[in-house]
Structures are given as C-alpha cells and as structure tokens.
Nanobody, 117 residues
C-alpha cells in the first residue's frame, strides 16, 4: 500500500532553516507528482509546494515563495522541502502528499515544524 513517511521537523529559530524529507513506497514514485502541505487551523490542509514527476516544474504558495524549495530524488523515492528564513507563521504540521493539488490521493502522518525563539 502507499506509504509516505516524513522526517526532519523540529524546532527552529526565526530566520533559521529546516529540511524535511519524505520516503515514499507502495507506488511508482517517479511517475507521480508530489506535494508538501501543511495544516492551517482556520483553512484546513493547504498546499505549500508541488513538483512534477520529473522534477522540472514546481509551484509554491505565495506565503513561502522565495523561502522554500521543493525537490525530489526519483532514484531514492524521496521528496524534500528545504525551508529557509523561517517565520513563526510557518509553525504547522507538514505533510508529504501524493498528487499535485488538493484533494491529494494520499498523505503521510506529518512532521511538526515549530518556529520560535
């Protein structure tokens, strides 16, 4: 079955960086678009960034554009999110998701990111 396992979350100071990783299994990773999403208490699940199956196309939410970078390694079946210039508003549970937009096909258990001094 589809499994998406996130890691790399934790506590970061404002202005700091974190790198999230997602290990995928149970489906053909290289032929699927992938995304990172985060839980917004008011709006529900919101897309942070998406990347095409070949890694050539990526899109970002306005709130993270220029600070976050999504990437993937199809040989390793892994998805990444490099998060720089973190701000307290980035404090959320982050999910790796299969698909290019909401609704996603599947998502993982999530990894918590907390930005605080």
């Amino acid at each position: 079955q589809v499994q998406l396992v996130e890691s790399g979350g934790g506590l970061a100071q404002p202005g700091g960086s974190l790198r999230l990783s997602c290990e995928a299994s149970g489906f053909t990773f290289s032929t699927n678009h992938m995304s990172w999403a985060r839980q917004n208490p008011e709006k529900g699940l919101e897309r942070v960034a998406s990347i095409s199956s070949d890694g050539e196309v990526s899109i970002y939410a306005d709130s993270v554009k220029g600070r976050f970078t999504i990437s993937r390694d199809n040989a390793k079946k892994e998805l990444y999110l490099q998060m720089n210039s973190l701000i307290p508003e980035d404090t959320r549970m982050y999910y790796c998701a299969k698909g290019f937009g909401i609704p996603f096909d599947y998502w993982g258990q999530g990894t918590q990111v907390t930005v605080s001094s």
